[in-house]
């Protein structure tokens, strides 16, 4: 498959490196929210009338997963920071893991009488996401 090509999430896997009793049947992973602070440089010489601006802290964001519901094992909110390694179908041509710290931020279950009960759980990212190529 070449670079570009588009992959499925069919097969992937989301691993805690804590609460290891929470083995999640994952049915959709969202990573966002990526962001960089912006820091105004401007002063009273600035002659263009023109705001100026430098890079600050960048913020790894979220990973919100959308889980089938466990009735046994439910995640602790509210944790420490723990490594969450989200792996990837092989044979794509995107990285085959994601590895990322932080910890389970909030929780909502949904018991909709004719569907599957669910439950999307956000982990708020800490720290500088590793994505590893599959070769």
Known sequence: MAVGDPDSGLGLTLAGSVQTSWAPKVLDVNIGGESATSIDTSDTG?????RTFIAGMKDAGEMTVTT?????NQPSIGATNETWTLTLPTTGSIAATVAVSGFIQ???HAFPMDDV???DITIKLSGVP???DES
Do not use: C
């Not at 600035?46 to 023109?50: A, E, I, K, Y």
């Open 46 to 50: 600035v002659t263009s009338g023109w």
């Open 68 to 72: 089938l519901f466990d009735k046994v």
């Open 106 to 108: 909030s929780a909502s």
């Open 117 to 119: 009960m669910a439950s």
């Open 130 to 132: 590793s994505y590893t």
